[in-house]
């Protein structure tokens, strides 16, 4: 079985500040790795993703993450956030054995203040 | 444009009473499934189907149905509506990886249930 912690429920940080939203997931088997945001009253939206090779992924809209075997994470970090990166974000995990589906984290919730 | 589509957005009703949400993707994906969102709880999978002939259960299938006839629909029935299925619903779609397993999915807008 797969499971995701995300390890903080909520981060308010100061706009133009950096960020980062811990993820760590247990699984006994390889894994993909996923990060996605959801706006206020929308739907998920990927935003990165790691399925093999380099360990550090990125996104055209300045996040990244970086995927630590040893320690079990996949955390995603941003230097200087914007106002508009207020939002929740959604660590997930899936394997070849999973039959596509995606164990989900709890969410952390970002909120970028002016 | 591609996208995954879920009618109704936002759907009220009565414990009991049957009901359909549809879901649609223009992706020709081949696999489907089906989320439920609840707070503190992040996603949970109710059922997937990696292809027109194979739908299985997820995590949490009790008290939900599917059908996957054609490639492009994937919808969801609730044949006797509970509260405790008051919920969030998100549709997803995923194009076949290079080793035949699906790799990220793509989400439609959700569909907001409340069941009194």
């Known amino acids: 079985a797969q499971s995701v912690t995300q390890l903080d429920s909520q981060v308010p940080v100061f706009e133009e500040a950096p960020v980062e939203l811990r993820c760590n997931y247990s699984?006994?088997?390889?894994?993909?790795l996923f990060w996605y945001v959801q706006y206020p009253n929308q739907g998920l939206q990927l935003l990165l993703k790691?399925?093999?090779?380099?360990?550090l992924v990125e996104s055209i809209n300045g996040f990244e993450a970086e995927f630590n075997k040893s320690q079990t994470s996949f955390h995603l970090r941003k230097p200087s956030v914007h106002i508009s990166d207020t939002a929740e974000y959604f660590c997930?995990?899936?394997?070849?054995?999973?039959?596509?589906?995606?164990?989900f984290g709890q969410g952390t919730i970002l909120t970028v203040h002016p | 444009e591609a996208q995954v589509t879920q009618n109704p957005r936002y759907l009220i009703t009565v414990t009991g009473k049957k009901l359909t949400v549809t879901c649609s993707q223009n992706?020709?994906?081949?696999?489907m499934s089906w989320y439920r969102q609840d707070p503190g709880l992040g996603l949970r999978q109710i059922y997937y189907?990696?292809?027109?002939?194979?739908?299985d259960k997820g995590d949490v299938p009790e008290g939900y149905k599917v059908s996957r006839k054609e490639k492009r629909n994937f919808p969801l029935i609730l044949e006797s509506p509970s509260p405790n299925q008051t919920s969030l619903y998100f549709c997803?779609?995923?194009?076949?990886?290079?080793?035949?397993?699906?790799?990220?999915?793509?989400f439609g807008p959700g569909t907001r249930l409340t069941v009194t």
């Open positions: 790691y399925l093999s090779g380099s360990t």
């Open positions: 189907s990696m292809n027109v002939e194979v739908t």
């Open positions: 997803a779609s995923s194009p076949e990886g290079e080793r035949g397993y699906p790799y990220e999915q793509y």
């Open positions: 997930a995990v899936s394997s070849p054995t999973s039959y596509g589906k995606l164990t």
């Open positions: 699984s006994s088997v390889s894994v993909y």
């Open positions: 992706m020709n994906h081949e696999y």
